[in-house]
Nanobody, 115 residues
């Protein structure tokens, strides 16, 4: 079992920045990759960014150049730095890992981009 707890969401104006955090209940060394997803109202959940245990990152086209995913193994944490936020980035953001045959999700953190 793995518990994931996200934090850092909030209301921000267009062009602003936020940093999301996700803390895992166990060492993240065991996870081959950690992911951030998001789900906007009325839309399907979509993959935003991935970071592997070796530090390789991958981003959805719609966030490339604006978002940065990172990890801090000593704190069992993964982060998502979001810059140049747009109204279309408004969504609930979820942390996700796969371990064995199971996938684990946090409860999500709301990000709202609005003036």
């Amino acid at each position: 079992q793995v518990q994931l707890v996200e934090s850092g969401g909030g209301l921000v104006q267009p062009g602003g920045s936020l940093r999301l955090s996700c803390v895992a209940s166990r060492s993240i060394f065991v996870f081959r990759a950690m992911n951030w997803y998001r789900q906007a109202p009325g839309k399907q959940r979509e993959l935003v960014a991935t970071i592997t245990s070796g530090g390789i990152t991958n981003y959805a086209d719609f966030v490339k150049g604006r978002f940065t995913i990172s990890r801090e193994n000593a704190k069992n944490s993964v982060y998502l730095r979001m810059n140049s936020l747009k109204p279309e980035d408004t969504a609930v953001y979820y942390c996700n890992v796969c371990w064995g045959l199971d996938g684990y999700w946090g409860q999500g953190t709301q990000v709202t981009v609005s003036s």
